[in-house]
């Protein structure tokens, strides 16, 4: 059974830093696809950055570039998101994801493309 656990949300004051993990077992995830999601109440899930386990090429959204990075360290089965310089709109609810690529250098962008679901970690930032 594939499980994805986040932690390291918290409360964090603007301009700060924060680094979320993800702790990925029940499977190989060689072929997948990691990413890393949030959402507010009312609002879309927002993606925020994906990378591969094979090759760690990285993909980001608009409100992470420059400020966000994610890795991995294989050996831990463990996905980061390092968040710098944060501000009150990073306030959300971060959620990891695993989508299967079949082999193919996917990198993915969609919430619908991802198969597993973390149950989230709660990051808030104060002004």
């Known amino acids: 059974q594939v499980q994805l656990v986040e932690s390291g949300g918290g409360l964090v004051q603007a301009g700060g830093s924060l680094r979320l993990s993800c702790v990925a077992s029940?499977?190989?995830?060689?072929?997948?696809?990691m990413g890393w999601f949030r959402q507010v109440p009312g609002k879309e899930r927002e993606f925020v950055a994906a990378?591969?386990?094979?090759?760690?090429?990285?993909t980001y959204g608009d409100s992470a570039k420059g400020r966000f990075t994610i890795s991995s360290d294989n050996a831990k089965n463990t996905v980061y998101l390092q968040m710098n310089s944060v501000t009150p709109d990073d306030t959300a609810l971060y959620y990891c994801?695993?989508?299967?690529?079949?082999?193919?250098?996917?990198?993915?962008?969609?919430?619908?493309?991802?198969?597993?679901w973390g149950q989230g970690t709660q990051v808030t930032v104060s002004s």
């Open positions: 990378i591969r386990w094979t090759g760690r090429t990285t």
């Open positions: 029940g499977r190989t995830f060689g072929s997948y696809c």
């Open positions: 994801a695993a989508g299967e690529t079949r082999g193919l250098p996917r990198l993915y962008r969609e919430y619908r493309e991802y198969d597993y």
